[in-house]
Nanobody, 112 residues
Framework: QVRLVESGGGLVQPGGSLRLSCAAS????????MRWYRQAPGKERELVAS???????NYADSVKGRFAISRDDAKNTVLLQMNSLKPEDTAVYYC??????WGQGTQVTVSS
C-alpha cells in the first residue's frame, strides 16, 4: 500500500521561502515519477514540478527559477524548495506518484 505524507507548509511573507517534503511508503520515490501539484481556491489543480527516476526535472513556467524539486532517496522523500514566494503561490500543495497516488496536501499561504 502506497502512502504519501506532505509536510512543511505554512504562512510566509512575500519573498520568503518554504521547503515542502513528501514522505513515501510502500514504493520507492527513486523508481517512480514524482510530481508536486497545487490547487488554489476556485481554481483547477495544476502541475508545479516533476522529477523522473532518471532525475529529469520539469517545472511550470510560473515557478521556473524559483522552485526546485529534488529527492532524498535514503529517506524515500521528495522535496520542493520554494523561494521568492508570491501571493499567487498560495494554494494547497499535493504530492503525487505516477499520476495514481496522492497525499493529503499541505497548505501554503503567502501573505504580508
Amino acid at each position: 500500500q502506497v502512502r504519501l505524507v506532505e509536510s512543511g507548509g505554512g504562512l510566509v511573507q512575500p519573498g520568503g521561502s518554504l521547503r515542502l517534503s513528501c514522505a513515501a511508503s510502500g514504493r520507492s520515490v527513486s523508481a517512480n515519477v514524482m510530481r508536486w501539484y497545487r490547487q488554489a481556491p476556485g481554481k483547477e489543480r495544476e502541475l508545479v514540478a516533476s522529477i523522473t527516476s532518471g532525475s529529469y526535472r520539469n517545472y511550470a513556467d510560473s515557478v521556473k527559477g524559483r522552485f526546485a524539486i529534488s529527492r532524498d532517496d535514503a529517506k524515500n522523500t521528495v522535496l520542493l524548495q520554494m523561494n521568492s514566494l508570491k501571493p499567487e503561490d498560495t494554494a494547497v500543495y499535493y504530492c503525487n506518484m505516477n499520476s495514481v497516488f496522492w497525499g493529503q496536501g499541505t497548505q501554503v499561504t503567502v501573505s504580508s
